[in-house]
């Protein structure tokens, strides 16, 4: 079986655009098993992903398409969180919005983070 990680934040856009690209993969079959991730970086109210927009979208894009899908959540800095939880799966799923390079320097990217740290295969996606 393989497992796929879709590590998505709060974007709906993005989240559905990397849940179709997994849903349109070649090995996308019964043979696979499918994690939504999203890492809480605050969470005063004690909310759990599937109340997320952007978790319901992208589980919402798989069930169309036939994927039976779970939800997982962690907390703390998402870069990290992504990596460990990345560490059984065999393909991990990010997105990412357009920066210019002095963002990139001076904000950090949790998707490049997840792309030189993994030692999966990283597929990134837009949703452009």
Not at 1 to 12: H, Q, R, S, Y
Not at 45 to 70: F, N, P, Y
Request: net charge negative; charged share 25%.
């Amino acid at each position: 079986m393989t497992t796929i990680l879709i590590a998505v934040d709060g974007d709906e856009g993005r989240a559905e655009a990397q849940a179709e690209a997994v849903a349109n993969l070649e090995w996308a079959d019964d043979a696979i098993d499918v994690r939504v991730f999203y890492v809480f970086t605050e969470n005063p109210e004690g909310a759990t992903a599937g109340q997320i927009g952007s978790v319901r979208a992208a589980r919402d894009v798989l069930h169309a398409a036939g994927i039976d899908a779970t939800i997982e959540e962690a907390s703390g800095d998402p870069a990290e969180r992504i990596l460990e939880r990345g560490e059984d799966v065999e393909l991990i799923c990010v997105s990412g919005r357009k920066r210019s390079p002095t963002g990139k320097a001076l904000f950090g990217s949790v998707s490049q983070q997840v792309l030189l740290g993994s030692d999966a295969p990283v597929l990134f996606v837009t949703d452009e």
